[in-house]
């Protein structure tokens, strides 16, 4: 929590939102989900490989022939996790993510005793997983541009 005031510079989220159309989006949009950029980081792969063009502090497009190729890196990314068993293959899997020591960082800022709770960590990862396939998945059937907007 930050108990400032300050500008648009040190805003730090990410915005997934489905109420656009092909060339332009309602920015901050009742409908919009928002994900902290640090653990939005650990998806940034998925986001990366499904479209080239993807930028993190701008809008990148994901329409009907991004959103299947996102889908199925997220599915990738959802099998990686399920595979993790032990603590030690929670931290290297998450290392091996764009920033993802920066997240092992934060999460032991947060909560100095996290190794208690890792498996716990790892099931909010999966469910934002699986949520962001769903995403993906309802803006392919109902023909929707999902609009991704780093902050």
């Known amino acids: 929590m930050k108990l400032e005031i300050y500008g648009s ?3 730090n989220f990410v915005e997934l939102n489905t109420t656009g159309s092909n060339d332009t989006y309602i920015r901050c949009d009742p409908e919009s989900q928002f994900l902290d950029s640090i653990v ?3 998806f940034v792969p998925c ?5 080239k063009l993807f930028d993190f502090f701008g809008s990148t497009k994901y329409n009907s022939r991004k959103l ?3 889908r199925n890196e997220l599915i990738s990314n959802l099998q990686m996790f399920e595979n993790v068993k032990t603590i030690d293959d929670f931290e290297v899997t998450v290392s091996r993510k764009f920033l993802g020591k920066d997240f092992l960082e934060e999460l032991a800022k947060e909560d100095k005793n996290w190794g208690n709770d890792w498996k716990g960590y790892l099931g909010k990862l999966i469910e934002i997983n699986k949520t962001l ?3 993906a998945e309802k803006c392919a059937d109902e023909e ?4 991704v907007i780093g902050y």
Do not use: G, H, S, Y
């Open 9 to 11: 510079q040190n805003l």
């Open 40 to 42: 939005f980081n650990i």
């Open 47 to 51: 986001f990366e490989n499904a479209n």
């Open 68 to 70: 299947i190729p996102l």
């Open 133 to 135: 396939i769903q995403l």
């Open 144 to 147: 929707r541009i999902l609009w």
